[in-house]
């Protein structure tokens, strides 16, 4: 190999890495104004959520704008999403607190670092996953799982933010203790903040379902009017700020505030390397970079399909991971492609990464510079911000449809979902996928097979149980609808031998393969056992309309030899009239 | 529900709880000729077997004849298969031995009531896995696990039986701290020991491998010659008895001999009911149940299919269940169905379960008078029954037909083989169960899709990599040779979307599904979004070749609508002769 064509694969290489190298070059100006507008759009809406998910996560509100910085410059560099606005998101900043509550206490040093250090390895777990092309890994959470866990996840919240939106203390590790605590102290609620909260949320409500139709009903472009919904939870922020501060709220109706932020940036912030630490926090680390992933990477391909472009999801994997890192050098939190925000940025027209970029450019000006601005910000309004996003998140849909159609899958949410709640997360996203592959084991291992029959005066075999089929009771034909491996080899082996000792006339088998992507080792000495039994037994089997390659990688088995090629056919009408043929012709 | 119609169904019900009601009645003096001469023979086997494996078991020589007389007489009567054997076998001995060596001391009472507890328990379990129809538990236990398992049992058997056949101390609890205890003592081998377990060692392989065949050439009968090397085992015991009672061995030449047993019934003996008792046997007890179960229904199984005979698995459950429930009570000790007993049986004659019983009815009488006899064997000759026995258990032909057919199952068995080895019975089998699974849901998770074109004139559709086929640029035809679930369905999505935005020309997505079984709700879902986003990129989705359950199930379902039922054909073709005759009507 010559140096240039190593060189160019280097270039191949690194700019499968940061793919921005591939489109940087032919930037144009047309894709600067789209990206412009839409980062200065996303970035309005970010600033409120990130302070808001930052209090989710137990952390001072400053570390939630910290984590809107870095991450979305990696991403706009590394992502192959172009609309894609990696951030903090509610799910996971929910189980960053529930990782790091019972590890530290809020507020305090250690919390901050600890926080760090589960964005360090999340992002460590998610570019060594994408590395090894492990993305497929998401795969095993189940839609009903994610369903019942992201139910579950927003009740969770709910009960977190209670302590914000009430005024009440809420101990209490799982929602159960807390929705517990919460009956016990209800007593106690704090009547302004309750107020504030309330009204808080109606206004953020109102943005959010109602502003656009009235704004376009008086007259403004629909575009402009979708611009104001947006900004809907900066003004509802900036009002309620205002509020407290006019009136003095925090003092005289002792509304708990912000307080001061520092400003400016928190410069390069270091991780916990210690290996207990890190052994503590691994399988939550390990649990948030699959969901982070997961909901990443579904935003990312359901903006794309529209456009028919193409998400990479390994390089996805990489690029979230680097994100992640980022956010724990920069005093941020594990962060991910959060839904809304990424469909605000599509729709207001991201042309590239360098939206997400200017996001980030835009939330560092408001650290440098509009700190001091939030300092009177209500935390219950911070509180109602987080409750209107996590109303998104109720949905009933999944298990609706699956008790319409696969009553295994309403087994798994609710598991799922009730774990969750009563257990925690980690423990009750783990029963779900154990739940759902259980099922799925089960349902594999219990083969449905069909006994087929000629649809008289045809060439055609139907099951006989479905059609009117002439049936010769020499012949037995069954089809077999599953895969053939260990767990289910032996149940068919049993089913046919049941069949074979009720039929006294018996004396060929023929089974039909057509439904059949795969045969193991287990299952091909199973066969040979029957093939061998039934031989014992005077009965010949065949194999009839099996695939080209299953039967490529029977060719050199001992099955063969056992059954002989004169008895594999490419269709089961062959199969028949062979057999019928052979007999025809030995009573002759 | 009239009396007799309840009635009748409880006599139907306990003929199949005890199917000796069944054939007792019509009993012949023909069967009872041939049971008689058939439990005369395998008791014979029997006698020296079943002390042998209660040394393996750890246990006095007595234990093994009293588990040779309930269990047989109990399986007799509630087994569904007429040649088995239910008594002390060489895997469930030593897998008795590793659980309950940990726990008490050899010889101690603890130790036997210990072992009484495990029968306990492995009935039971055996008798609720029955009634709960759960037999098909076992299937998890794939082949090459097993394979890897038995052999890396027999190595366990024969390291434990070295101390005996070599009279040199091996302390370790695992294979491989006995096999380095076995280096580090060798020096220490005590000489007539060995002379005398080599010595019975040839015989017995004399007896198993040349006897007949010399017998028949000397002009003795097939018949006789046969019975004669069975008879071996008992010839090898008597004659080294002998020759240590004669020359006194013993005392001369200080050979380790079985001992005084006591004659006469233990009486009834009771397990130890502790709930931390039970709690610590526990998952020895489930991994007995399971591997006692497996191997004695594949014997059962392959006795029973020669004569097209059935056997109920789950009534083999509950009569295993219970003739382990009858060892714990009886002085005993797990016991299953072995293979080469049965097969004695059977080809002696044995007509229904009455040759069990008579079996039974010897080894009786055996311990009731001819104990005495039994004090001056060698337990150097036991040693070597026991490997005789288990030199047949030792087999490459599933690891070399692995390395053949299947790569993931020749992982599968090492991993159980090492791990049997290096970390004992328990985990080794659990760990080889979860290689297996972990494999297959990694294959179906990656499902096998071909594209497929029309063979040029015909009506025929192909994968185009395996054949010349014209395609057509507007359709994309995709066959899915997989059942769709969580594990999957998003690979599919994405396997599907990169074709699609391959090609620019694309309008029409045909999905073959006629090797699809099932479609959980995940897979579902992925489908409606792919049919919208393909919508959103202008590709209609068509179905064809779905099976017609499939069809049922999808009736009713937002896919379906999304897809609409013109979109729904019964064969490829159909799908493409549909769509391009829209496409010319339209051009018109």
């Known amino acids: 190999m010559n140096n240039r064509d190593s060189s160019s694969r280097w270039t191949r290489h690194l700019k499968r890495l940061v793919p921005a190298l591939e489109w940087l070059p032919s930037y144009t100006r047309e894709q600067l104004t789209g990206d412009l507008i ?49 951030a903090p998101v509610a799910i996971i900043s929910l189980m960053t607190a529930t990782t790091i509550a019972p590890l530290a206490e809020e507020g305090s040093a250690d919390y901050l670092t600890l926080a760090l250090t589960l964005a360090l390895l999340s992002g460590l777990i998610q ?23 992201i139910n579950a996840a927003a009740l969770v919240i709910m009960a977190s933010q209670a302590r914000h939106f009430l005024g009440v203390d809420i101990p ?34 109102y943005f959010k379902s109602y502003a656009t139709p009235h704004l376009t009903a008086a007259g403004i472009s629909r575009g402009i009017a979708g611009h104001i919904a947006r900004a809907g939870t900066l003004f509802t922020v900036a009002g309620a700020t205002l509020a407290v501060w006019i009136f003095g709220l925090d003092r005289n109706a002792s509304i708990a505030i912000t307080g001061e932020i520092p400003s400016g940036l928190p410069g390069l912030t270091m991780p916990d390397l ?11 680390a390990f649990v948030i970079s699959l969901v982070g992933f997961m909901e990443s990477v579904s935003v990312a391909k359901t903006l794309a399909s529209r456009k028919r472009e193409k998400i990479e999801p390994d390089q996805e994997l990489v690029a979230l991971g680097a994100a992640n890192l980022g956010a724990a050098f920069s005093g941020g939190f594990p962060v991910t492609g959060g839904l809304s925000r990424s469909v605000v940025n599509d729709s207001a027209g991201a042309r590239s990464g360098m939206a997400s970029i200017f996001t980030g450019a835009i939330v560092l000006l408001t650290v440098l510079v509009l700190t001091p601005l939030f300092t009177y910000l209500p935390r219950a309004t911070l509180a109602a911000v987080v409750l209107v996003a996590v109303l998104g998140l109720l949905e009933t849909r999944t298990l609706r449809r699956a008790l319409a159609y696969n009553r295994p899958d309403v087994v798994a949410l609710l598991v799922t979902f009730i774990t969750v709640l009563v257990m925690g997360i980690e423990i009750g996203i783990a ?6 592959i259980v099922f799925f084991l089960w349902h594999t291992s219990q083969p449905h097979t069909a006994e087929l029959g000629r649809i008289p005066g045809t060439g055609i075999f139907r099951n006989v149980r479905r059609h009117s089929t002439d049936v010769d009771p020499a012949i037995l034909i069954i089809r077999v609808d599953e895969n053939l491996y260990f767990a289910n080899a032996n149940r068919l082996e049993q089913t ?4 074979v000792a009720q039929r006294d006339e018996l004396s060929n088998l023929v089974l039909v393969g057509s439904a059949i992507n795969s045969i193991d080792t287990s299952a091909l000495e199973t066969l040979e056992e029957l093939a061998i039994r039934l031989q014992l037994a005077g009965v010949h089997t065949h194999l009839a309309a099996f695939k080209g390659p299953i039967l490529d990688r029977l060719q050199h088995t001992h099955l063969m030899q056992l059954i002989g090629s004169h008895r594999i056919h490419l269709t089961t009408a062959d199969a028949v009239n062979a057999i019928q043929q052979a007999r025809s012709s030995s009573d002759e």
Chains 1, 2 share one sequence.
């Open 431 to 436: 029963a779900g996928v154990v739940t759902s």
């Open 172 to 205: 209490g590790d799982t929602f159960v203790e807390q929705a517990w605590s919460l009956v016990q102290n209800i007593a106690d609620l704090h009547v302004p903040t309750v107020l504030l909260g309330l009204i808080s949320l109606m206004i953020l409500l």
């Open 127 to 149: 570019v060594g996953m994408g590395f090894m092309r492990a993305g497929i890994l998401v795969a095993f959470l189940s839609h009903p799982v994610l369903s019942g866990f």
């Open 496 to 499: 046919i031998l049941d069949a």
């Open 274 to 284: 210690g290996p207990d630490v890190l052994l503590q926090l691994l399988p939550s």
């Open 38 to 86: 839409a980062g200065i759009i996303v970035a309005v809406m970010l600033v409120p959520q990130g302070m808001a998910y930052a209090m989710l996560a137990g952390l001072p509100p400053q570390a939630g704008l910290y984590a809107s910085i870095v991450p979305l410059v990696i991403y706009g560099l590394m992502g192959t999403s172009r609309p894609l606005s990696v």
